[in-house]
């Protein structure tokens, strides 16, 4: 079983940096999991941001030189440093996990995350 809790979120403004946290509460090995970030507005679907596994990063094409994702293995936390935030970037933002995974699998869909936290809201006014 694993809990996730976020953290980090914020109102800011167009061009802030924000970084958001997600504490991992597991019974396995710190390095059995994968562990990222979706985001979603009213009406939409969730969407992937970024996703650390293992040591591989993947990131949506659109936060990509903005956005880093990393993790403190010590403090089983995972962290979502946003730079150069623009009003889209306005969301519910969610931390995800599931067991570390292959290239088959498509990271980018919800569907693919057995764990999901509460979710923290970030809103970046222009």
């Known amino acids: 079983q694993v809990q996730l809790a976020e953290s980090g979120g914020a109102l800011v403004q167009a061009g802030d940096s924000l970084r958001l946290s997600c504490q991992v509460s597991k019974r396995r090995n710190a390095y059995d999991y994968a562990v990222g970030w979706f985001r979603q507005t009213p009406g939409k679907e969730r969407e992937f941001v970024a996703v650390?596994?293992?040591?591989?990063?993947y990131y949506r094409d659109s936060v990509k030189g903005r956005f880093t994702i990393s993790g403190d293995n010590a403090k089983n936390t995972v962290y979502l440093q946003m730079n150069s935030l623009k009003p889209e970037d306005t969301a519910v933002y969610y931390c995800?996990?599931?067991?570390?995974?292959?290239?088959?699998?498509?990271?980018?869909?919800?569907?693919?995350?057995?764990?999901w936290g509460q979710g923290t809201q970030v809103t970046v006014s222009s």
């Open positions: 650390l596994n293992w040591n591989d990063r």
């Open positions: 995800v996990a599931t067991p570390l995974f292959s290239a088959s699998v498509d990271y980018r869909r919800a569907s693919s995350y057995a764990y």
